[in-house]
C-alpha cells in the first residue's frame, strides 16, 4: 500500500504561544514531520509568536529540541531539519498589547495562504482576533485556528464565538478538537459510509448498545488547578467523547463535504435527551504507592469535580430510539485505551440450542493504543465434537495493513495542520455544534451540583467506581475491560 502526500500552496503559518507545551508536543514536531514527508511547499514559513523575548536563532534552537524530544524519532535525509529551521522564525508578540505586531505584518506575504494558529488561553483568542485585524494581517482568505476549550458553558462559549465573529467569517474558522483528525475516526466514516455490509444494520432494530471509552492512566499531575474548574465532562465528554458519539450516530451526509458532514453532527446533539441523573456516574480516584488522590493533585480536600464519569444516554430519533449509548472517561484507569464497540443484538433464533450460549456481533473501533478495528463474528469451534461455537475477532490493525507505510501515517496534528493550509473545514467543529454540545451538557452539571453530588472514590488502576459498572449490570450488560 502506497501512502500519498497531497500537496498544498505555500504558506505563512503564524503559531501564537509558538514557544508553549502545545507547540513545542505537537504543532511543530508534527510541521517537521510534514516536511519530511514531502508536504511543506518550498517557500513556507512558519513563525512563532508569543510573549517571551527571543530572537530567530533562540528559537530555532527551542524547535530543533521540541523536534529532537517529541518528534516520534523520525529519521529524514541528513540536512532536513536544517531546511525545516530556515523556513521557521519568530517575533515577539503581546497578544493583549501592541508590540510586534508591526514586525509580524512586515513577514507575511501577499498572495501565500494565511493561517494564524491560536496556541494560547481562549481568553486571548478576542484579542488576537482583534490585532489581527487592526494591525491589517487579516486578510478575506485568511484562517484561524483554535485550540480547546472552547468556552466554559453555554454562555462563554456564544461569547467566544461572538468575538471571533467580529472579525472572521465562519468559514475562516478553525475549531481543533484532534479527536477528528485521529485515522481511525476517519475511517469509521469510511467503514459505515463506504461499505454496503454495515449500514442497513445500523440501528435500533439491529444495534443493541453502543459503548464509548476514552480512558487514560495519567492522572491531573501539574495540571490540576486548571483541571479541577473543568472535570472529565467539560474536558472530555462535551468534546471528543460528543465528537465520536455524532459520527458514530449521524444520517450519512449527501457528500463527504464540510457543511454537509457537519449539519448532520449537529442534528444529532440536537437529538441528545437529557440524561436522567440515575443514568450518570461521576468518580474521583484514590490515592495509592503510585501517586496522591485526585483532591491531593488538586489540592483541595473537599474537590466535587469529577476525574471519571460515565453515562447512559439516547438519542431521540427514528434510527436509535430505544438504544442506549454508554460513554465514559476518566484518568488513572486501568489503561491507555479509547474505543468505540458497537454491539449488535442477539440472533433472533438460536437454531443451535441453548447449550451454544448466546454470541454477539461486536464491531470495536480502535483510537488508541494501536489503532484499527475487529470485528467478532461467531463460528464452529474447530474439531469434532457436536457444534460448538466462539466469537473470534476478524482483526485489522493499520500497523499491520499498511505494512512499513503505517510510520508514514500522519498524526491528528499533522493531518489537522495541513486541512487549514488546504481550507478543508470538515474535521473541524462549527460554532453551532459547540454551542448545541454545551446547551446539552450544562444543564446536566447544573444537576449535579443542585444535588450537591459528591463523586464516587474509585481505585487507581481499575476501571471506574462500582456504580459504573451497575450501570450496565442493570440493564443486563457489561462494558467491555480496559486494556491497552
Ligand atoms: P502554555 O501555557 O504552555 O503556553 C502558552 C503560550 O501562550 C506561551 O507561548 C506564552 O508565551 C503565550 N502567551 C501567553 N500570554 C500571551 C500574550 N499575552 N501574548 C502572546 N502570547 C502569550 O499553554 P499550552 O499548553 O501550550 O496551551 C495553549 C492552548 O492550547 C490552551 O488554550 C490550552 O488549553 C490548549 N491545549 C493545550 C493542550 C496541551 O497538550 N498542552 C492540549 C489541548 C489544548
Known sequence: MVSRV???????????????????????????????????????????????????AEYRRMVSDAVAEFGGGRTCEAGTLEAFLD???????????????????GKMRDSTVRAFYFSVAPSLFGDLAERLHR????????????????????????????????????????RIDHYLGKETVQN?????????????????????HIQITVAETVGVGGRGGYYDKSGAMRDMVQNHLMQLLCLIAMEPPAKFEPDAVRDEKLKVIRALEPVDWHHIVRGQYGADENGPSYREDVEDPKSRTESFIAMKCHISNWRWAGTPFYLRTGKRLKARASEIAVVFKDAPHSIFGADAGRHRNVLAIRLQPNEGMTLDVTIKEPGPGGMRLVDVPLDMSFADALGPDAEEVPDAYERLI??????????????DEVEAAWAWTDPLIAGWQARNDVPKTYDPGSSGPEDALMLMHRDGRKWREVKA
Not at 523556513?87 to 505584518?105: C, F, H, R
Not at 484562517?143 to 461572538?162: M, Q, Y
Request: net charge negative; proline share 5%.
Open 6 to 56: 497531497i500537496p498544498v500552496d505555500p504558506f505563512d503559518l503564524v503559531i501564537f504561544g509558538g514557544t508553549g507545551d502545545l507547540a513545542r508536543r505537537k504543532i511543530l514536531p508534527g510541521l517537521f514531520r510534514r516536511f519530511c514527508a514531502g508536504q511543506m511547499p518550498e517557500g513556507s514559513q512558519i513563525i512563532g509568536a508569543a510573549r517571551s523575548e527571543m530572537d530567530d
Open 87 to 105: 523556513a521557521v522564525s519568530y517575533v515577539t508578540t503581546d497578544a493583549k498589547g501592541d508590540g510586534g505586531w508591526v514586525e509580524l505584518n
Open 135 to 174: 494591525f491589517g494581517l487579516a486578510t478575506p482568505e485568511s484562517r484561524i485556528v483554535v485550540e480547546k476549550p472552547f468556552g466554559h458553558d453555554l454562555e462563554s462559549a456564544r461569547a467566544l464565538n461572538a468575538a471571533l465573529a467580529q472579525h472572521f467569517h465562519e468559514t475562516q474558522i478553525y
Open 188 to 208: 469509521l466514516m469510511a467503514v459505515r459510509f463506504g461499505n454496503m455490509l454495515f449500514e442497513p444494520l445500523w440501528n435500533a432494530q439491529y444495534v443493541d
Open 418 to 431: 495541513m486541512d487549514v493550509i488546504r481550507g478543508n473545514q470538515t474535521l473541524f467543529m462549527r460554532g
